[in-house]
């Protein structure tokens, strides 16, 4: 992994911003989505896709490709951006986000657009699916440097379903240290807090009992992101699950740490409002690395 600079943290925090501000202008044109979840996802996607991923968007088969499976496909608005700006496809077709015959459903589908490794929508099943392509790939390969890993993408809320918890018990049965889970842990799902709704802590705990190695960082801290995943790639008797604190709606205090923003879009007032606030907090990034 090529080494994180001063320089480089600058251009992935203002990268994160300008994602944020396609989040936010593909919700107003959809006039339907997730916010907060999206927002809060960011820096983690911003990280993977311009730091850490082994990747091309020109060549979206490589086979020595990492593969990102996103199981909590309704943030999928973050993985866009993240996409689009990356080089998979034009900025402006996000603006298709929703829209009848647009690439870009409200769910992940790879049937209309290519580049996805996995369909997502029904919550608890990307970790299923994130397993078997490890190993798949461990079945292929075995151990090696530069192989490829496997990256699933989780929200804390469907930790609330069953078939989570059978995939990591397969993951730690078959040591599959090529794996690594990041959960988005942001305490919010669609009818409340987490831990209203269905307490999961001590939730590290629970993955280091099934055998999983654990690390938990600030899901906002670059420097942490690209340290939790060195170490992760550094464990090779176990899976790695990576537990993100991140904030919901991350970058619009009117939105931050708000459950009622899940699955809620900002109308033209509030796109607006959430737009100047980050242009000023780009000028603060800009500002702060003088």
């Not at 970790?127 to 804390?156: N, T």
Request: charge should be negative; include cysteine.
């Amino acid at each position: 992994m090529i080494e994180l600079t001063d320089e480089k943290i600058k251009w992935l925090q203002l990268k994160a911003n300008e994602i944020r501000e396609s989040i936010i202008r593909m919700l107003l044109e959809a006039g339907s989505g997730h916010t907060a979840g999206p927002l809060g996802m960011t820096d983690i996607f911003t990280a993977l896709y311009f730091h850490i991923l082994k990747h091309n968007p020109h060549n979206t088969s490589w086979p020595e490709r990492d593969r990102l499976v996103l199981s909590n496909g309704h943030i999928c608005p973050v993985m866009y951006a993240t996409m689009a700006h990356a080089g998979y496809f034009p900025v402006e077709e996000l603006m298709t986000l929703r829209k009848f015959g647009s690439r870009l459903q409200g769910h992940p589908h790879r049937e209309y657009l290519k580049m996805l490794e996995t369909s997502s929508g029904p919550l608890g099943s990307g970790l299923s699916q994130a397993v078997g392509m490890a190993l798949a790939l461990k079945i292929d390969q075995g151990v090696s440097v530069g192989e490829p890993f496997v990256y699933s993408m989780l929200s804390d809320g469907e930790l609330d379903e069953g078939q989570t918890w059978e995939a990591v018990l397969l993951a730690g049965k078959n040591k599959l240290h090529n794996l690594i889970a990041i959960i988005d842990r942001n305490n919010i799902q669609i009818d409340g807090f987490t831990e209203d709704i269905m307490p999961l802590e001590p939730l590290a705990d629970k993955w280091r009992a099934f055998n999983w190695h654990v690390i938990e960082i600030d899901g906002h801290n670059f420097s942490a992101i690209v340290n939790a995943v060195g170490k992760a790639k550094a464990v090779f008797e176990k899976p790695t699950v990576i537990i993100a604190h991140t904030i919901p709606g991350k970058g619009i205090p009117a939105f931050e740490r708000k459950f009622e923003w899940h699955g809620k879009t900002p109308n033209k007032e509030e796109a607006n409002m959430a737009l100047a606030m980050l242009r000023t907090l780009e000028g603060k990034i800009k500002s702060e690395h003088e």
